[in-house]
């Protein structure tokens, strides 16, 4: 018996750590997702900041190897940065970036 290749949209595989699509991110629990069908990935939402998080696969992201896989944005933002507050492919320093934030006092 043959097994069944599941097969996952492009917003469902951006949230696996890499394109084997083994493993899903360990995303944490209090981010809400908040993606959105016209968006190119999905994103979540922590007290004020967006996380964006592309697909693992480089050949996958619209803009192909010069991006970086997770970008931070201040959510009040959405649609008008041109920079994002990090841009990294590691998930660990975005999680720290975001709790770093929420412990300093907001603009």
């Known amino acids: 018996m043959t ?9 469902e595989e951006c949230l ?3 394109k084997d699509l083994k493993t899903k991110l360990a995303i944490p629990m ?3 997702d908040i993606s ?14 967006q996380i ?8 996958q992201r ?19 940065i041109d920079v994002p507050l990090l841009e990294t492919d590691n998930f660990d320093m975005v ?5 770093m934030l929420n412990k300093q006092p907001r603009e």
């Not at 097994?3 to 917003?11: D, L, M």
């Not at 964006?52 to 050949?59: G, K, L, N, S, V």
């Not at 619209?62 to 008008?80: A, C, Q, S």
């Open 3 to 11: 097994k069944t290749k599941v097969q996952y949209s492009h917003f």
């Open 16 to 18: 696996f750590t890499n």
């Open 30 to 32: 209090f981010w809400e």
């Open 36 to 49: 959105y069908g016209n968006d190119v990935c999905p994103s979540f939402a922590y007290k004020g900041y």
């Open 52 to 59: 964006w998080i592309d697909h693992p696969d480089f050949e």
């Open 62 to 80: 619209e803009n192909g190897l010069d991006v970086k896989r997770f970008h931070v944005t201040r959510e009040k933002d959405y649609g008008e």
């Open 95 to 99: 999680k720290k970036l975001i709790q």
